[in-house]
């Protein structure tokens, strides 16, 4: 017996797939972006404010659709809480790694290069749940690439906070808080994908639909690409 409210549910998480997926069609230019007001605090602070910067972290992640269309890629086919928890917890200390030296270290990278990376790693675990590595005969390791996948997406939030400029006056405490908001936000998100995730694996749509649904994924990964490498190349045409 299927339940309404199972029901209910499954048509809402193909649904935030697809929502997910169009957004990075029509707006790649916001991947990982900092603007308005939250940048204009950022390049303006002076001095250790640890609640704003973990509000921040928290809101990037939530609504970074780049990490969010990667972790669903990721957690697609895991049905053990045990195997979500090590793939996100890979996930986290890459993002961290590389968001943490990025900054206080000054190490830098050009952001569109960065930014595609992060679209390739979405067509990347979109072609490995399509069965595309087995039916080449590659053998990868899928939690080493998730960790490394996540150093990249790390380091793409790096690159706009230095563009930003911090005042360096706090910036250790501002940056672990960030990171903190960063995880924080990233737990919750999980856990609504997977609450979505669940609903909809009770009913047989589930199986018949995760082939198109992974076309997606890979198209929207494939769209970040390619706006980002366009970027890159129009800027060194400049």
Not at 23 to 36: D, K
Not at 77 to 98: P, Q
Request: hydrophobic letters at 55%; aromatic letters at 12%.
């Amino acid at each position: 017996m299927k339940t309404t409210d199972t029901g209910l549910m499954a048509p809402v998480a193909r649904r935030l797939l697809v929502a997910a997926a169009l957004l990075a069609a029509c707006g790649a230019s916001l991947a990982h972006g900092i603007a308005g007001g939250d940048a204009a605090f950022v390049a303006g602070n002076h001095g250790v404010q640890a609640i704003p910067y973990l509000y921040l972290g928290a809101k990037h992640m939530v609504t970074g659709y780049d990490h969010l269309l990667f972790l669903a890629g990721v957690i697609f086919f895991l049905y053990r809480v045990r195997d979500v928890a090590l793939y996100a917890t890979l996930f986290a200390i890459g993002h961290s790694t590389t968001l943490l030296l990025g900054v206080l270290a000054n190490v830098r990278a050009d952001a569109h290069v960065v930014d595609a990376l992060i679209g390739f790693s979405v067509v990347y675990k979109a072609f490995e749940n399509l069965g595309g590595f087995a039916r080449l005969g590659w053998r990868l390791d899928t939690r080493a690439a998730v960790l490394l996948f996540g150093l990249a997406h790390g380091f793409g939030l790096a690159t706009k906070l230095q563009d930003l400029h911090p005042a360096r006056d706090g910036l250790v405490a501002n940056m672990i808080s960030f990171n903190i908001g960063v995880e924080l936000g990233q737990f919750c998100a999980l856990a609504l994908i997977l609450i979505a995730f669940d609903a909809w694996r009770r009913r047989a749509s589930f199986l018949q639909a995760a082939w198109g649904t992974n076309v997606l994924l890979m198209a929207a990964g494939f769209t970040l690409m390619g706006y980002q490498l366009a970027g890159y190349f129009v800027a060194r045409g400049t």
